[in-house]
Structures are given as C-alpha cells and as structure tokens.
C-alpha cells in the first residue's frame, strides 16, 4: 500500500514502464528511499552499538551505511544507463545497471569481511555488553523497517525488471537475518557473560560476505552474456510463426544490451518458389510488429526451402532416422538437396549441444559419424554438414 502511494506521488505514467524516462525515475525512487531508510537505520544501530560497546550492532551499523552508499551508486547506474545512444555507444547505455549492481555487491562484501576481522578481534578481547530495554526495542523496529525496504525494492525491481534494485531487495532481506541474530545476541548478553556477540558478529559478517557473492554472481552474468529468458525466446519464435508462409525457424540469437534494450536475429524457413518480393513484405512486416509488441529490435534472416520432391523427401526422412536417436543432436534445420545426375551434395544444418557434445566428441567426430551413416545408405551423395551451437 504505501510503495503505491509512493510511485503514484513521485512518478508520473507510472503505468508506462516501457519508456526509458519512466524506468530511471522508478530506479530513482528506488535509490533516494534505500538512502533515506538506510541512514536512518545507521544512526540508530551506531548510537545503541557505541552504548552498549557492542561489535556485532556497530557491523549491523555499518552494513546499513554500506547500503546507503549503495542506494546512491544505484542512483548513478540508472542516470547513466538513461543516457541516450550515441556514436561510441550505439545500443545505448543499459548495461550501466548492471555494473552499478556489480559494484554495491562488491561493497557489501568489502564490509562483511573487514567485520569479520572485528569480530575475531572482539573473540579474542572480550568486552561486556550493557543491556538495555530501549535500544533493544530501537533493534526491533530497524528489523521491520529492513522488511519493509525489502519488500519494497523488490515490488519496484518486479515491476521494471530491474537487477539492481532485485538485488538491492535480496540485500535487504539478508540485512532481516543479520539484524535479527544482532538483536538475539544483544538479548542473549543480559543474561550470560559468554562473549557472545563476537560470535554473533562472526555470523553476520559472513552471512553480509555470502550475500554480497550472491549478487555478484547473479550481475555478472547478464554482462558476460546469459541465456536469454525462456519466456522471451517462446515469443519470438511463436510470433514469427504466425505469419503466412514462414514455416520453421532456427538460429535465434538475442543479444542483451540492458533491460528494455535487447536484440534479436532469427532465420525464417521459406518456400523457394515464392515470390521475392512478397514474402520480403511479410518478412519486413514481422520485424517491425514484433519489435513493437516486445519491446525489442529484431532482424529476420530469409531461409529458402526446397519443395520436397519424392527424392528429397526420401532423403530427409532417412536422414532424420539418422539424427533421430543420436542424443548430441537437438534439431536438424536448411535442408536441401543440391546439383544433378550422380554428383549431388546433400546440405543441412544440425543444432547441438556444445557442453554435452564437447564431454563425448569433438566436431569433427560427430560429422564423421553421420556421413559414413549417411553414405552407407546414399553413397552418391556429397554430405555438406554445419554445426550449430544453441543459443538459447
């Protein structure tokens, strides 16, 4: 209720989280409310930790402050992933999200570690920690506002797809846990001298390190190229094949160059004896009603196919009996039957798995195969075989 209330009096067409403008203010508000909420919760867990000489409160502190600085750098991610395309940058500059996440999951492990040496240090050189019943219900109220925040970056994360402010909402839901044993341990030393809160600081300092890896590895990977979303590929292909006289598609590449700013090839199966420029209107047409309606921009490659006489579709049927039962191949796509009399080359394109096919052949093992199965059968023909990986 009140992350409505927000976004309905800070962002205007909020509903319209296709525009670039309305995402960075979404991303904004995000940040400017992780600063505010964040400082707050500092200032309390520092005055309650100095008090009650408390290590494990003071790195909760810190932890906080580490996410306010984190709000700002998200900040600064979404102005400049706003910036518009320019001559060096020609699809924009998006991807400034994710370094943005990169960098608050590389500053929360910088303090979870520099507390794990306090911690160790408070083991060693215990010091006794002065309970009382104020500070204590302070803790209890940072917790609530800690889920409230998380719960609130990833409404807004949800929302814009955004992984800054994702991550920003599983940061926040750690800072839960974390706060959570602090405030055990805080209430564990009114009634043991056991220097427990060196231990508790202990396990909040790598309970923040192991979040803080976490999200480097869940921001990292659309840098260095992931699968595209199984849900975004189904479309593309379902929707190109929707429209008359395309019937197959292969080779579907989407490359991601931040949220909202994706692009996608594709090759479209044809018939060979259509006209040219028909089906290039149909082709033309499909690129720009799908690039709409996904939000993405898609070029379409043409695929002739042979009309299947008796004698290609006797030879794509064996063939297809051929690939069938071999586990490394996922699909067989272009297939053709080229020249005349006894010198004819049989071509097609395989699609494989390269991490399985890798584990049991190599490429030209697996081709190997496959001609001397083929040749068995057609010892006429020339067999011209392409590898194609997976993308998707």
């Not at 395309?85 to 990169?102: K, N, Q, T, V």
């Not at 595209?228 to 008359?244: A, R, T």
């Not at 395309?246 to 006209?275: F, K, Q, W």
């Amino acid at each position: 209720m009140i992350s409505n209330f927000l976004v309905k009096k800070f962002i205007k067409n909020s509903e319209d989280i296709k525009s670039e403008k309305v995402r960075s203010t979404y991303g904004v508000l995000g940040g400017v409310v992780g600063i505010i909420i964040n400082l707050i919760l500092f200032a309390i867990k520092l005055t309650v930790g100095v008090v009650a000489s408390s290590i494990a409160i003071m790195a909760d502190a810190f932890n906080n402050l580490s996410d306010a600085a984190s709000s700002i750098v998200t900040i600064i991610g979404f102005k400049m992933a706003d910036k518009p395309a320019d001559a060096e940058h020609p699809f924009g500059h998006g991807r400034m999200e994710y370094i943005s996440a990169l960098i608050v999951a590389f500053m929360v492990m910088l303090v979870g570690i520099q507390f794990i040496k306090s911690s160790f240090e408070r083991i060693l050189n215990p010091v006794s920690i002065t309970f009382e019943f104020i500070p204590f219900i302070l803790l209890l109220v940072s917790i609530l506002f800690k889920l409230w925040l998380s719960r609130f970056n990833k409404f807004i994360g949800n929302t814009i797809n955004s992984s800054a402010l994702k991550a920003a909402s599983v940061d926040a839901l750690g800072d839960v846990f974390t706060s959570s044993c602090v405030t055990i341990s805080f209430l564990a030393s009114k009634f043991t001298s056991f220097p427990i809160d060196g231990y508790f600081g202990l396990i909040v300092a790598v309970f923040i390190v192991y979040s803080g890896y976490t999200l480097i590895k869940e921001t990292i990977n659309p840098i260095l190229g992931e699968a595209p979303d199984p849900e975004l590929v189904n479309s593309i292909k379902e929707m190109v094949l929707s429209y008359e006289h395309i019937t197959g598609v292969h080779d579907l590449i989407v490359h991601n160059y931040g949220p909202g700013r994706c692009m996608a090839s594709i090759h479209a199966e044809i018939p060979s004896d259509i006209s040219v420029m028909k089906i290039h209107e149909i082709i033309d047409t499909a690129e720009r009603e799908i690039s709409s309606k996904l939000n993405i921009y898609l070029v379409i490659h043409m695929d002739p196919i042979c009309v299947f006489t008796d004698e290609v579709k006797l030879a794509y049927d064996e063939i297809n009996k051929i690939i069938k039962y071999n586990p490394l191949i996922k699909s067989m796509h272009d297939f053709r039957v080229v020249g005349e009399g006894k010198k004819k080359n049989l071509i097609f394109d395989i699609v494989v798995n390269p991490e399985n096919l890798k584990k049991i052949m190599s490429v030209d093992e697996l081709k190997e195969d496959i001609i001397a199965a083929i040749k068995s059968i057609h010892p006429e023909y020339n067999c011209i075989i392409t590898i194609d990986n997976d993308y998707v």
